[in-house]
């Protein structure tokens, strides 16, 4: 809601007699109104065509701050508004004293308020602090907001804060950079109501951590994947998530993740959702992606040998591997756990080995849902498993080959029935 | 591959699945076509404040398939496309246009309502 904290920024604005608070006096560009922001404002960007030629970020900035502690509650004191409100999260200095993370707890005033401690213990109470950084843009449709640069939305490492883009947008970054990133742990990104979001050259759409989105149509990323590298808690929804390496690659952030997708359709020239190999450690990271079409090489592939701990939620109606098998494993993974609830699962490849399913090594692969697995004629077998491995299915495994391997089918059986070639 | 041709390569993909075959239509000249079935929810708001709600039925096609008497076009309002013994109407809902491409331009979803069984 606009306010007398807004800054108004129009085609037909000028940057020079513009002032905060005044809709009648807008800014020409969306730089300038960035400069005259102060954490709490709104930049509220009116109908027309905005091209923003700096990244849409703010530093976060070091103000005199007094921390006293008392069973467990710290109270801070600022010069400065502080602009947070509960649930906002606070890194408390760069020195060796307050180093620890904390949550606001209560607005007390303008320049004071509680905080719960969340993170290292705290044994100095007069440190200079970073405070949260809130910036907030709405755009109204036909907005574009278009980087020539790396990224279009950005915020910097470690810094804690909030970006909220609302409106109908078009967000593009046409540089090396991702779209939208959120490097911090404790920064959270927000865009609502996104039309479009794309990335034009080497980066992903969409990266980094505490990323929540709604985008109307495309995450796309022209030259790598739409979506990847999420630490954090991440909420994406987009009607098609298109990336020319892979839509998703989850599990290659160093920190855990906690990840929802939802999304008609995830197209990835190489998978459609991956885990790749690699040895590091996120334990707890979970992934929940709900879409109707899942279209890729292969629509799924667990990448080689990996220590990680991951679980992953995978809901289709439809998963098609288009020049590969549909789903694959490829390699000894036992710490990832990989649910796929399916109605059908085809691979439309056209080779011996073009299995709807290959497993290879230690898995935790489970079928839910009865899918169908369909293949072409060529290959032998609709599952390909080599003799370490084990899939479990969860309901009436339907094929049209036999099955190599071990399955475990816990409820039905496995019924082969020819109509199950594509 | 490049992005179009991997779109262009998961439509077909998603077709041979789950495509209905139809026809489009423009004056005498049609085409016959493989398109995915879809759906986009409007909302249009008027001077009171009353927000009323359409749901178009779309047709998911590629643009190079859409080729009218051999050349390339984009759907205008008022084509037809028959589709399962009915026949639906191109149309503009919402203030927008009949179609939305994706940035690259390969495939378009085209917003229509149906007129005929």
């Not at chain 1, 700096?54 to 508004?81: C, F, K, Q, S």
Request: charge should be negative.
């Amino acid at each position: 809601m606009p306010t007398s904290r807004t800054h108004y920024v129009s085609q037909f604005g000028d940057d020079a007699t513009a002032q905060r608070g005044k809709s009648y006096r807008p800014y020409r560009t969306i730089a300038a109104a960035l400069a005259a922001y102060t954490p709490g404002d709104l930049i509220h960007v009116l109908p027309g065509l905005h091209r923003l030629t700096e990244p849409i970020h703010r530093d976060g900035y070091l103000v005199p701050v007094t921390l006293t502690r008392a069973n467990g509650v710290v109270t801070v004191t600022v010069e400065e508004p502080h602009g947070c409100s509960a649930g906002h999260r606070l890194c408390a200095g760069y020195t060796n004293g307050f180093d620890g993370e904390l949550v606001v707890h209560e607005v007390l005033s303008p320049t004071a308020f509680t905080c719960l401690q969340a993170g290292p213990d705290a044994t100095d109470n007069s440190q200079q602090g970073i405070l949260s950084e809130l910036l907030a843009i709405h755009c109204e449709h036909g907005v574009e907001l278009r980087q020539d640069g790396d990224w279009a939305v950005f915020e910097e490492y470690d810094v804690p804060g909030y970006i909220s883009v609302t409106g109908h947008a078009d967000i593009h970054a046409a540089g090396a950079g991702p779209a939208v990133n959120g490097t911090g742990l404790l920064y959270r990104i927000q865009c609502a109501n996104i039309r479009k979001l794309s990335a034009a050259t080497l980066g992903p759409a969409v990266s980094g951590a505490n990323v929540h989105l709604e985008v109307q149509h495309e995450i796309m990323s022209i030259n790598y994947d739409a979506i990847m590298s999420l630490g954090g808690t991440n909420h994406i929804r987009a009607r098609s998530i298109v990336g020319k390496d892979n839509a998703i690659e989850l599990g290659n952030a160093m920190v855990p993740e906690s990840t929802f997708i939802e999304a008609d359709e995830l197209v990835g020239g190489q998978a459609a959702v991956r885990i790749p190999g690699g040895t590091f450690a996120a334990a707890g990271s979970r992934a929940y992606i709900r879409a109707k079409r899942i279209i890729g090489a292969s629509a799924f592939v667990m990448g080689s040998a990996t220590t990680r701990d991951y679980e992953l939620f995978l809901d289709a109606d439809e998963m098609i591997g288009r020049d590969a098998p549909a789903v694959v494993w490829a390699a000894n993974a036992p710490h990832v756990a990989v649910r796929l609830n399916c109605r059908r699962i085809t691979s439309q490849f056209a080779d011996p080995s073009g299995y709807a399913i290959a497993l290879n090594g230690t898995n935790r692969l489970q079928l839910h849902g009865s899918p169908a697995l369909l293949t072409t004629p060529a290959p032998a077998y609709s599952v390909y498993a080599s003799s370490a491995t084990d899939l479990v299915s969860f309901g009436t495994l339907r094929v049209a080959k036999p099955v190599h391997g071990n399955v475990t089918v816990r409820v039905g059986a496995v019924t082969i029935d020819a109509t199950h070639v594509v | 591959m490049t992005l179009p041709a991997i779109l262009a390569a998961a439509h077909r993909a998603a077709a041979a699945v789950h495509g209905v075959a139809c026809t489009y239509t423009r004056g005498a000249a049609s085409v016959e076509l493989t398109a995915l079935r879809g759906q986009t929810r409007f909302e249009a708001e008027d001077e009171e404040g009353v927000v009323t709600q359409f749901v178009s039925a779309d047709f998911l096609v590629l643009a190079a398939d859409l080729a009218l008497n051999g050349a390339e076009t984009a759907p205008m309002k008022g084509d037809r496309i028959l589709c399962d013994d009915k026949t639906y109407e191109v149309l503009r809902l919402g203030g927008e246009q009949c179609f939305a491409a994706d940035p690259t331009g390969t495939r378009l979803r085209i917003h229509t309502k149906q007129v005929a069984e």
